[in-house]
């Protein structure tokens, strides 16, 4: 069953606001067994609105719309959505005694424009709103057969809406579909997808896609069958693969970071870390591991050196005095393990392009590692690239040394 959303609105076309609207439904609509096929984001046009409603109609089984049922001269969505389908709009007078039953309430009296609210096409039904002024508005084509869904922009209103009224009017999918992540962080997203082979293949079932976002690549497994059983064997089938083809790289499931996935091993283990960091990182690691008391629970010291300069022994490199800093720590007793990262340094490659350079060390008693990092672009993704280097030396650490 194909389903299509359309958000209607200027200022989502122009970037003054962005749609959040069309990514909540599709998740809502794909966990119905729905596949939602297009996304259509259109500004305020009489005539691109017409016209987007009626190939949307032809094309999916469910049509959802957001948007433009507010009382301004603007709010278009009522008066297109009748002239698409030849339909001529009339009054809803529940709505309107809504309206007005809700200004009253406010202790203010209707403006007369707020009327145009509780007009809907004459083969309509409309939806009740019972957070604000803006009813919905269902209706239901035979040729080709398709419902159209119509809820105000505001979210807490369109998604209160659609869960306690739309869904209930929406022809029934025999699909089951649900959606697994995977986290993975190590390779690329050509590597990945190189490894990964044929379960990256469209038209698969279960389908995996592969999006990279600031070093981590995450894998998302969406299969569709009969029931939730046969949907969790798929997955668990594909999972497994996966497993196997990008091994100790797969650090977490669904929205879990990888310094997450770090705490809980620590606190697990009653180990803590000591934190020494320039510029690679820029402090990102202290931010992460103060993002809750059980990440601040694992974290025994911070300190942050903001360049080079900032060391305090000029007889000694960079590199030394983080090392001595580190044995110090270690030796002390203030923590289990040293996170450690350099100065910064902005170099140019062999093609004559600039770039970040650095390198993060973790150190413990029985463990003494550093990775180069280097990146272009960006200082804010390098660093991000760089603290989750650090973070996976100690994970990889940790998960051999269980075995």
């Given at each position: 069953m194909k389903a299509e959303i359309i958000a209607i609105g200027s200022e989502l076309t122009c970037g003054a606001r962005l749609d959040t609207n069309s990514q909540w439904l599709s998740r809502e609509l794909e966990g119905r067994g729905w596949t939602v096929q297009r996304h259509t984001t259109v500004a305020d046009d009489r005539d691109a609105m017409v016209r987007i409603y009626q190939e949307a109609a032809q094309r999916s089984h469910v049509v959802l719309i957001t948007g433009g049922l507010g009382p301004t001269l603007d709010d278009i969505t009522r008066e297109t959505l009748a002239e698409a389908?030849?339909?001529?709009?009339?009054?809803?007078?529940?709505?309107?005694?809504?309206?007005?039953?809700?200004?009253?309430?406010?202790?203010?009296?209707?403006?007369?424009?707020?009327?145009?609210?509780?007009?809907?096409?004459?083969?309509?039904?409309?939806?009740?709103?019972?957070?604000?002024?803006?009813?919905?508005?269902?209706?239901?084509?035979?040729?080709?057969?398709?419902?159209?869904?119509?809820?105000?922009?505001?979210?807490?209103?369109?998604?209160?809406?659609?869960?306690?009224?739309?869904?209930?009017?929406?022809?029934?999918?025999?699909?089951?579909?649900?959606?697994?992540?995977?986290k993975t962080f190590g390779y690329g997203e050509s590597d990945a997808e190189r490894l990964l082979g044929d379960l990256t293949a469209r038209g698969r079932n279960p389908e995996v896609g592969i999006t990279a976002s600031q070093a981590v690549i995450s894998l998302s497994i969406t299969a569709r069958a009969g029931s939730v059983d046969e949907c969790e064997l798929l997955t668990a089938a594909v999972r497994e693969q996966i497993l196997n083809r990008l091994g100790d790289a797969v650090y977490g499931e669904g929205d879990a970071e990888l310094h997450d996935v770090l705490v809980a091993d620590l606190l697990r283990r009653d180990l803590t870390l000591a934190l020494l960091e320039s510029s690679t990182t820029g402090g990102l690691l202290g931010q992460w591991f103060t993002e809750t008391e059980n990440h601040a629970s694992r974290l025994a010291f911070s300190q942050l050196y903001p360049s080079a300069a900032s060391f305090s022994d000029p007889e000694l490199d960079?590199?030394?005095?983080?090392?001595?800093?580190?044995?110090?720590?270690?030796?002390?007793?203030?923590?289990?393990?040293?996170?450690?990262?350099?100065?910064?340094?902005?170099?140019?490659?062999?093609?004559?392009?600039?770039?970040?350079?650095?390198?993060?060390?973790?150190?413990?008693?029985?463990?003494?590692?550093?990775?180069?990092?280097?990146?272009?672009g960006n200082l804010a993704i390098f660093r991000q690239r760089a603290a989750r280097t650090a973070a996976n030396l100690l994970r990889l650490y940790l998960l051999h040394a269980a075995k």
């Open positions: 389908f030849d339909q001529k709009l009339v009054e809803d007078t529940p709505s309107l005694q809504h309206i007005e039953a809700l200004f009253q309430s406010r202790g203010r009296e209707m403006p007369e424009r707020n009327k145009v609210q509780a007009l809907r096409p004459e083969f309509s039904t409309s939806i009740h709103n019972a957070n604000g002024t803006a009813p919905g508005i269902l209706m239901k084509l035979d040729n080709p057969p398709c419902t159209i869904a119509v809820m105000p922009g505001v979210p807490a209103e369109m998604r209160s809406m659609f869960r306690e009224q739309v869904v209930e009017s929406l022809p029934t999918s025999d699909v089951v579909t649900r959606r697994s992540v995977l960079w590199e030394a005095a983080l090392r001595n800093r580190s044995a110090d720590l270690l030796h002390a007793g203030a923590a289990d393990f040293v996170l450690a990262s350099s100065p910064a340094a902005l170099v140019t490659n062999d093609k004559g392009v600039p770039m970040q350079q650095g390198r993060v060390i973790v150190v413990g008693k029985e463990l003494d590692v550093s990775q180069d990092v280097s990146m272009t």
